[in-house]
């Protein structure tokens, strides 16, 4: 692989090992375990378009770990592995040939921002699934990303309807710190799902946590039901 040095260091990093440490993740461990944000309050999208505890913003706050990895796209690769029936390796040529699907749709960040109405182009999750084929037994998805970031949610919602594999915002390129080439964007969960610089999905049969899930974030996080941080 021949990635720049900086995500030469990353991409070795094991499983085991947790993406080095910024001020905010810090801060992110100690809003978890300080219940921060939380408001008790419950809203539906139905009659209410901003969930409890949120804000709006115009502007698009960029949030990761504070490694950005460089990605060359020439060596850039969207694997999808584990209970499929046919599994990929795309390489970008092969994953830009797939149908473009455009969505529009809003994002909630767990640190309290949400932004309405971004328009997005990329390859819908389900055109994606359409071609692995996933067993009766995957349940689950695990993303991992370029940067060492990892992140689980379930199958029916990664297949979600506006679920995208995004490398277009707003009529232009996905700039490469808000996870381009391409990133994830599940909209209705707390955009800490939204794997940026997505680089493999794993088809899994029970529920696994990724990164910020094993450092007191929700399983699921439904900013409507305000599932900010691990229930115990
Ligand atoms: N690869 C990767 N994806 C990631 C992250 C990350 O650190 N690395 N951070 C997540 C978090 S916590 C948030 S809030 C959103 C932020 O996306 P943005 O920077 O485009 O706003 O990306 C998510 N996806
Ligand atoms: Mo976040």
Redesign the pocket.
């Known amino acids: 692989m021949s990635y720049c040095p900086n995500a030469m260091r990353i991409s070795r990093m094991s499983d085991e090992q947790t ?1 080095s440490d910024s001020k905010l993740t810090t801060s ?1 461990r100690r809003w978890a375990a300080e219940g921060k944000f939380l408001t008790g309050r419950i809203s539906r999208p139905e009659t209410e378009r901003l969930p409890p505890g949120q804000h709006l913003v115009k502007n ?7 490694q950005q990895p460089v990605i060359s796209l020439n060596t850039w690769r969207l694997e999808v592995r584990g209970l499929v029936e046919r599994s990929l390796d795309l390489t970008w040529a092969a994953f830009q040939a797939m149908e473009q699907s455009t969505k529009v749709s809003d ?1 909630h ?3 309290t921002w949400s932004r309405y109405d971004n328009k997005w182009k990329g390859v819908a999750t389900r055109d994606l699934l359409d071609l692995v084929m996933p067993k009766p037994q995957a349940n689950y998805v695990m993303l991992t ?5 990892t ?1 689980n949610l379930p199958l029916s919602d990664f297949a979600a309807e506006d679920a995208i594999l995004a490398t277009s915002w707003e009529g232009l390129p996905l700039t490469h ?3 381009g080439p391409m ?1 994830l964007v599940v909209p209705h969960l ?9 680089r493999r999905v794993d088809l899994i049969p029970a529920d696994q946590a990724g ?2 899930e094993k450092n007191g974030y929700h399983m699921y996080g439904d900013p409507w039901r305000e599932q900010r941080y691990t229930d115990d």
Not at 60 to 66: E, T
Not at 145 to 149: R, T, V
């Open positions: 993406p992110k698009w706050p960029v949030l990761d770990l504070g994002i960040c767990v640190t990303s370029y940067d060492g970031y992140t710190d808000h996870g990133r707390y955009l800490w799902k939204s794997a940026k610089w997505l990164f910020w």
